[in-house]
Every structure is written in structure tokens, then in C-alpha cells.
T-cell receptor, first 117, second 113 residues
Framework: AQKVTQAQTEISVVEKEDVTLDCVYETRDTTYYLFWYKQPPSGELVFLIRRNSFDEQNEISGRYSWNFQKSTSSFNFTITASQVVDSAVYFCALSESTQGGSEKLVFGKGTKLTVNP | EPEVTQTPSHQVTQMGQEVILRCVPISNHLYFYWYRQILGQKVEFLVSFYNNEISEKSEIFDDQFSVERPDGSNFTLKIRSTKLEDSAMYFC???????????FGQGTRLTVV
């Protein structure tokens, strides 16, 4: 069965530090997608990235970067020069194809990031 | 940009009461989902819906739950007789077709007292 592990429950950093959030996944599918979502205190899920299992290129978007390594089944997320506004819970998720073609997400337990001024 | 809309944003209900959570998916989307997040825990899949029927449901989605797309635009989740442990944030999501990422609504926080 699909599984996503975010071993870091909570991380606290000081503003401007770099921080990496770890994500390890398990799947038997050969084609799958990996996601990161941000959940601020207001509660909504903010989509950050979706990565196809065939695309192992690292991605950078502003201060955010993602490192996908299929060999270690990891999809880690790095925030460079963290800011107080980055404080949130971050979820890694894995898509699982189902009968009928719908795609359900399996989420990790999340990592709560606190960025202190 | 189109978005998934959920109403209400927060609902308080008494234990044993029926509650209906409403979602308006993005127009022309074909796949619909409900997820649940108990406070402080991970987001969990409840059910997926396609072509006017459930395509998959989780163990959480027992006989107390039902989903419906009553008028071609709304997508509802009904809990027949709420329990204290149903208190959670409920997220609706929709996607236009197979293999395309789903868009999440902002969530409905359900509090059962």
C-alpha cells in the first residue's frame, strides 16, 4: 500500500536560515505523482508542487526547491532564506490511481515549521 | 482563476444531528473528492466520485456518510448522525480529468458538540 513518511514532526528555525523538509514514500505503482502542500494557520491547503515520477529533475521556484530521488524514494523540500510567513504545516503527498481513473492522495503526517524572527 | 468553493466555512452541530457539507467544484471538472483532517492530524481520503457514482471510498466512509451531486453543480457530503469524532476539517476537491491534479477548496470546519 502507498505510504508517505515525514519523519520531522516539528522544525523551528530563525529567519533567513535554510530549512529542508524530508519526505519518503512507498509505492508499487510505476507511474505516480508527488505533491507538497502548505497549510497555514487559517487551515486551507495551498498547492506548492506536483511532480511526475518520470521527471527526476530538481525544481526551483523562488526560495523553494525540491529534490526528487527515485533511488531513495525521497522528495525533499528546501526553503532558502526562510521567512516568518513560511511558518505553517507542510504536507507531502503521493497520488494513488484507483479503479475508475480517479486519483486519490495519500498524505504524510505533516511537518510543522516555525520560523522565528 | 477558477476555484472550488465550500460552504459553510465553519459549522457547529449537535451530536446525532444530520449535517450536509456543500461544495461547488470547478465548472467542467469530472472527478470529485472529499478528504477529512482531524485537528492536528494528516489529511485523509474519504471518497472519490465520477460519472455520478462513487469510484472509491476509504474505510472511514461508512454507512453514516453519503455523497451526492444533486444538480450538476453542487457536490455534497452528508453525515447522517454525527458523532463527536466527526469533528474535523473537510476538504472538497475536483479535477478535470484522469491524471490531472485536483484543486482543493478552502475547507469546512465541522464541530460536533
Amino acid at each position: 500500500a502507498q505510504k508517505v513518511t515525514q519523519a520531522q514532526t516539528e522544525i523551528s528555525v530563525v529567519e533567513k536560515e535554510d530549512v529542508t523538509l524530508d519526505c519518503v514514500y512507498e509505492t508499487r505503482d510505476t507511474t505516480y505523482y508527488l505533491f507538497w502542500y502548505k497549510q497555514p494557520p487559517s487551515g486551507e491547503l495551498v498547492f506548492l508542487i506536483r511532480r511526475n515520477s518520470f521527471d527526476e529533475q530538481n525544481e526551483i521556484s523562488g526560495r523553494y526547491s525540491w529534490n526528487f530521488q527515485k533511488s531513495t524514494s525521497s522528495f525533499n523540500f528546501t526553503i532558502t532564506a526562510s521567512q516568518v510567513v513560511d511558518s505553517a504545516v507542510y504536507f507531502c503527498a503521493l497520488s494513488e490511481s484507483t479503479q475508475g481513473g480517479s486519483e486519490k492522495l495519500v498524505f504524510g503526517k505533516g511537518t510543522k515549521l516555525t520560523v522565528n524572527p | 482563476e477558477p476555484e472550488v468553493t465550500q460552504t459553510p466555512s465553519h459549522q457547529v452541530t449537535q451530536m446525532g444531528q444530520e449535517v450536509i457539507l456543500r461544495c461547488v467544484p470547478i465548472s467542467n471538472h469530472l472527478y470529485f473528492y472529499w478528504y477529512r483532517q482531524i485537528l492536528g492530524q494528516k489529511v485523509e481520503f474519504l471518497v472519490s466520485f465520477y460519472n455520478n457514482e462513487i469510484s472509491e471510498k476509504s474505510e472511514i466512509f461508512d454507512d453514516q456518510f453519503s455523497v451526492e451531486r444533486p444538480d450538476g453543480s453542487n457536490f455534497t457530503l452528508k453525515i447522517r448522525s454525527t458523532k463527536l469524532e466527526d469533528s474535523a476539517m473537510y476538504f472538497c476537491a475536483s479535477s478535470p480529468r484522469e491524471g490531472v491534479k485536483a484543486f482543493f477548496g478552502q475547507g469546512t470546519r465541522l464541530t460536533v458538540v
